[in-house]
């Protein structure tokens, strides 16, 4: 979900950068002293609708902030759940070190080397 | 103007200054592009020379299309702003994401001690096996009150459970596993403290 909202607003930073370099286009084509009326259309088109889809989603998300918005810290943590998952990895790792240590006094009692 | 941004401290302050923000831009880009437009169609009359009169459209120009561009990254950083706001605010996804990390975390914990306990019992298995081999060999140095599992065991199995509580903690094998886990680790060391290292016991 939050991903999401994440995604969305870089999608809505893609498309400001396609408003300004549509506006380029446009007054570079105006520039010119033939212009290609096709051309400065579909770039007028391009940047009006990125303009409309940029609006609605700004104000969707600030609609969306409006109401889910307490203005108080959150206070939930992953550090218990961390913690354990840590200790569970210790132990894990510790019982490796011992094997380790118990194959290799194995290793040498049954291969004495001289 | 990074001034006007630092004042509004409450939430719906913030909100309506987002807004704003968000109305202002769109509005200068719209505005500034249009202008540029019509300042591009080519007048047959002018108040002034043609020269004069291109040179102001020159600099108009100019200067609309940098406000066409400061509008543009004022709405990137309006939507920096808004990222921020939503990561630090945005409760239920914060609660979601901190609740998936959570289950993610724990099962992970759990497969660890499953996997943990699963070896446990393969090596007490083992373990109980070769204390079988070693003790009922000439080669074992074990006195009445050192019990090894597999002997412990087999008490266990002929004895009825409370008489349990009446011995030593590390003679009984126990009907726990911690209790089997507490001889494995006791009886080790009554037989290194009793026979020093391995290697003595090994000696005939």
Redesign the interface.
């Given at each position: 979900m939050a991903n999401d909202r994440l995604r969305a607003l870089e999608e809505v930073e893609n498309q400001i950068a396609t408003i300004l370099q549509c506006a380029g286009n446009i007054v570079l084509e105006l520039s010119k002293d033939k212009h290609n009326a096709s051309f400065l259309d579909r770039q007028l088109s391009q940047f009006t609708g990125s303009v409309n889809r940029v609006e609605t989603e700004l104000s969707s998300q600030i609609r969306y902030l409006t109401q889910v918005a307490t203005g108080q810290p959150h206070e939930g943590s992953t550090y218990s759940a961390r913690k354990d998952c840590q200790m569970a990895l210790n132990r894990a790792e510790y019982a490796r070190v011992k094997l380790g240590e118990l194959g290799h006094t194995c290793e040498v009692m049954l291969d004495p080397q001289p | 103007m990074a001034n006007q941004r630092a004042l509004p401290q409450?939430?719906?302050s913030l909100?309506q200054n987002?807004?704003k923000r968000?109305k202002d831009d769109?509005r200068s880009?719209?505005d500034n592009?249009t202008e540029?437009?019509k300042t591009?169609k080519v007048e047959e009359e002018t108040q002034v020379s043609r020269a004069t009169q291109a040179e102001q459209d020159h600099y108009e120009?100019h200067v609309r299309?940098a406000n066409?561009?400061r509008a543009?990254e004022s709405?990137?950083k309006?939507?920096s702003d808004?990222?921020q706001?939503?990561?630090?605010?945005?409760?239920?996804?914060?609660?979601?994401?901190?609740s998936l990390?959570?289950q993610q975390?724990?099962s992970?914990?759990e497969e660890?001690?499953k996997?943990?306990t699963s070896?446990r019992d393969e090596i007490a298995i083992d373990l109980y096996e070769l204390e079988e081999e070693y003790y009922s060999s000439s080669y074992s140095q074990w006195d009445s009150t050192d019990l090894p599992l597999c002997e412990a065991y087999r008490r266990r199995d002929s004895w009825a459970s409370p008489d349990r509580d009446t011995t030593s903690g590390s003679a009984q094998g126990g009907g726990e596993e911690t209790d089997g886990q507490a001889s494995q680790e006791t009886s080790p060391k009554q037989h290194l403290n009793g026979h020093g290292t391995?290697a003595s016991a090994d000696m005939p």
């Open positions: - | 409450s939430k719906e909100l987002y807004n968000l769109i880009i719209l592009l540029i437009i591009a120009m299309a066409i561009v543009g709405l990137m309006l939507v808004l990222k706001f939503l990561i630090l605010n945005d409760f239920p996804s914060v609660n979601e994401a901190i990390q959570n975390l724990r992970l914990q660890c001690d996997k943990l070896l391995t």
